[in-house]
């Protein structure tokens, strides 16, 4: 008898793996089904060689080599799913949706991945199958909701929640990247400014020092300034290579746990910046969290999804600690009291949506209200930044420009004596 490797989530929310012999893989795949464990990949073993076979079965999670991931947008996947979602509601079949969605897909490298989706669907295989052969085209929030969507047969539904849960996240994310333009280019600007008076202005004052002041000795802060002048222009491969390796070092500590854990430590607490930054991840985690309930996932798996797809740490470490308590049988409102990551009103209004039945529709309306309050998180941040840089940037174009002044002071001392 054939034998499957599979993948499966758990009706208690774990992964897990193993092998399962059955007369085919869509009898293996009932098999693991039937006690509503969910089957993320599927392979069958080469009974010759023991090595997976490269013939993928429906349902198998295929590995499509390049997917492109990396190059298709956010925006053109929500407006992909708004309008497939706006195809099936009209009454077209998925095939035929997915066709025509493909014909005007104006990115080549999406249309390729949509040609794909449309034969993996033609051949008999379910959508969410089809998906998951693109992982990083769509994420494990996609997939399950979609496949919650079919086993439900609600695809419409779950499609339209998923374009207006992914426009308002890409709502959001818009909001936070406008809040550092601002900050990003005044910086930008400074050291231009900066690096300029280095190279072109420092090294004019300088043959004036050694004419005039007959190699006496600088002040310590035009010393300084001079130094690193020179070097700036002897030494400047040296000193790309310094700004390139502290720049490398440094994304290397944040994606350590370490380096993650104090970088947000830091963006928690932080004045103002931890404010929109708590914000953000509540209105991320309910809407999720929100949106994945309401599409039918069981409430552990929506756990996991959302803390799958929680980047700061103590978020996502609060999170694994609710999953625990809740599949211990434990309320979602007691454990989340416990972190005090979530504010007591998060925790509260989480505690009425389970007492009415309507802890999805609590948890959208949550997201909403914090959204609301990124808008003026965004704005008190843009005031505090404006003077912070002005004050930067008058600093330190300030004391290079002291620096230079202090030897033309002693030259004016000696003309007049």
């Known amino acids: 008898m054939p034998k499957f490797n599979y993948k499966i989530i758990t009706k208690s929310g774990k992964n897990k ?237 944040l994606k350590s746990q370490f380096g993650s854990k104090i970088f947000n430590w830091c963006a928690i607490n932080m004045p103002k910046v931890g404010d929109l930054v708590r914000k953000v991840n509540i209105a991320r985690i309910t809407r999720t969290f929100g949106t994945l309930l309401s599409s039918g996932v069981p409430i552990l798996q929506a756990i996991n999804i959302t803390k799958d797809i929680t980047s700061n740490y103590y978020y996502s470490s609060a999170l694994s600690k609710i999953h625990d308590k809740v599949r211990d049988g434990q309320s979602l409102s007691k454990p989340m009291e416990l972190e005090s990551v979530f504010p007591n009103m998060v925790t509260s209004m989480v505690d009425v949506g389970e007492e009415t039945g309507e802890l999805d529709k609590m948890l959208n309306r949550i997201a909403d209200n914090y959204d609301e309050d990124i808008d003026n998180a965004v704005a008190g941040i843009t005031s505090i930044i404006e003077p912070i840089m002005i004050v930067f940037l008058a600093l330190a174009v300030g004391f290079i420009v002291i620096a230079l002044f202090l030897p033309i002071v002693e030259i004016i001392k000696q003309l007049t004596g």
Do not use: C, W
């Not at 990083?136 to 419409?156: H, Q, W």
């Not at 050291?191 to 004019?204: C, E, F, G, R, S």
């Open 17 to 253: 793996s193993g092998s399962i012999e059955a007369s085919s893989a869509s009898d293996a795949k009932s098999r693991l089904s039937a006690s509503g464990d969910i089957v993320m990949s599927l392979s069958a073993v080469s009974s010759s060689s023991g090595k997976l076979s490269k013939k993928k079965s429906r349902g198998t999670k295929v590995s499509s080599g390049f997917t492109f991931g990396n190059i298709i947008k956010e925006e053109e996947l929500t407006v992909f799913t708004r309008q497939l979602a706006t195809l099936l509601e009209a009454g077209l079949p998925l095939l035929r949706s997915l066709e025509v969605m493909t014909r005007q897909e104006p990115n080549k490298r999406f249309k390729l991945v949509l040609e794909k989706l449309s034969e993996t669907v033609k051949s008999g295989s379910s959508f969410s199958d089809g998906l998951s052969q693109h992982p990083k085209v769509f994420d494990r929030l996609y997939i399950n909701m979609i496949k919650a969507g079919e086993a439900g047969g609600v695809l419409e539904l779950v499609l339209a929640r998923l374009s207006g849960f992914k426009e308002k996240a890409l709502k959001t994310k818009k909001k936070v990247q406008s809040a550092m333009v601002y900050p990003f280019v005044v910086v930008s600007v400074a050291i231009a400014i900066v690096v300029m008076l280095m190279v072109v202005v420092v090294p004019k004052f300088q043959t004036i020092f050694d004419d005039m002041l007959d190699g006496a000795a600088l002040p310590a802060p035009t010393q300084l300034v001079i130094n690193i002048s020179n070097f700036l222009q002897e030494q400047i491969i040296i000193s790309l290579i310094i700004v390139g390796s502290l720049f490398f070092t440094f994304k290397l500590f």
